[in-house]
């Protein structure tokens, strides 16, 4: 090996050492561009990552040789990890809603119950335990109450037996997820689209279970999440503009959703509807709201508001999963 190559070889290699052990992403610098034939000839690797890798791939592929292998190892070896982190951190939120679903079911619903059971992502796992709980027997003479048509079909693949509240208006336990959680255990709720169901069902409960990662906990409602608000179609427009002049949502901005009902981002041309015909308008605020128990009863007195995403006085605890495990914040 010439001079000159020999010391591309031992610059490259070094920097090979230090992208796999390092955080920080590794580019070599681009040199004149390999054949595929030569690619293919001393390297086999995934050609989903080639696009990934080819900026350093091109530099030393034109090296040949075992060092080509070596620091092509090592260039897919990283990328590699990269994935490999992405997907852990990936599953790990997911495992934490998990956690704190599966809690609520093992520590709140017994045999013989009526339950409520909530919508969204985290409350699917709560679902998903019941059913499986059913299944093994360890649960038995469930019945459920869905908040949504999602939940009900989830409740209904799992084999849930479901009734509704003019059957059963008496419920033993209700379990639900959150957009937000303040010191109070008062929350934001219906990012989901399912905010009405979701109240009338929970407030039938003797307790409600809210589940949560951590990420969901806030010092006060109102930046960190959009409050719905389910208002009914006719006039639509005039009740957004009643509501921007409540005195206790001073600040706040109307926002009509549009697309997909299960969430607040614009993803349609039409309004959103809700499983019971209406519109969601979603409220952005810059500052925490200062009086939520306020603010609910200014929105539940505007003709045209079905009901609200604010939740107050509700919450029996609070099933919290975060990176040091999993823990309850009871309402005092």
């Keep these: 090996m010439a001079p000159a190559t ?5 610059v490259l290699a070094l920097g090979a050492a230090a992208w796999v052990s390092s955080t920080e992403v590794f580019v070599a610098p681009r040199l004149p561009a390999v054949t595929q034939a030569s690619r293919s000839g001393s390297i086999g690797f995934d050609p989903s990552i080639e696009a990934e890798a080819a900026p350093a791939l091109q530099s030393i592929l034109a090296l040949g040789g075992g060092f080509t292998a070596a620091f ?4 897919l070896g990283r990328i590699g990890m990269k994935r490999q982190r992405t997907s852990m951190m990936a599953l790990s939120q997911d495992e934490l809603k998990k956690q704190a679903g599966y809690k609520a079911v093992d520590d709140y619903v017994r045999s013989g119950t009526v339950i409520g059971l909530g919508t969204g992502s985290t409350a699917a796992f709560a679902v998903e335990r019941v059913g499986e709980k059913l299944k093994s027997g360890e649960l038995k003479d469930i019945i459920a109450i869905p908040t949504s048509i999602r939940t009900q079909e989830q409740s209904e693949a799992l084999g849930i037996p479901l009734a509704t509240l003019d ?4 419920l033993d336990v209700a379990i639900d997820g959150a957009d937000e959680v303040d010191p109070g255990l008062n929350l934001v709720k219906g990012g989901g689209g399912a905010l009405f169901r979701e109240k009338i069902v929970e407030m039938c409960a003797k307790k409600f279970i809210v589940i949560v990662d951590e990420s969901k906990l806030c010092d006060g409602l109102g930046p960190g999440f959009p409050v719905p608000v389910e208002i ?7 009740t957004m503009r009643v509501i921007a002049k409540l005195p206790a949502l001073e600040g706040c901005e109307p926002v009509l959703r ?4 299960a969430n607040n981002k614009p993803d349609g041309d039409k309004p959103a509807v809700t499983d019971n015909g209406n519109y969601i308008v979603d409220l952005k605020f810059t500052t925490p ?11 539940k007195a505007t003709v ?5 995403g604010l939740f107050t006085g509700m919450t029996t605890a609070c099933i919290v999963a975060g990176k040091d495990g999993v823990y309850v914040k009871e309402a005092k």
């Design 6 to 10: 020999q010391s591309k070889a031992v």
């Design 72 to 75: 092509g190892a090592a260039v």
């Design 167 to 170: 059957t059963h208006s008496d």
């Design 232 to 238: 009914v179609p006719f006039c639509h427009e005039h």
């Design 258 to 261: 549009f697309g997909n009902v």
């Design 289 to 299: 709201i200062k009086d939520p128990v306020a603010a609910g009863e200014q929105l």
């Design 304 to 308: 045209g508001v079905v009901d609200h």
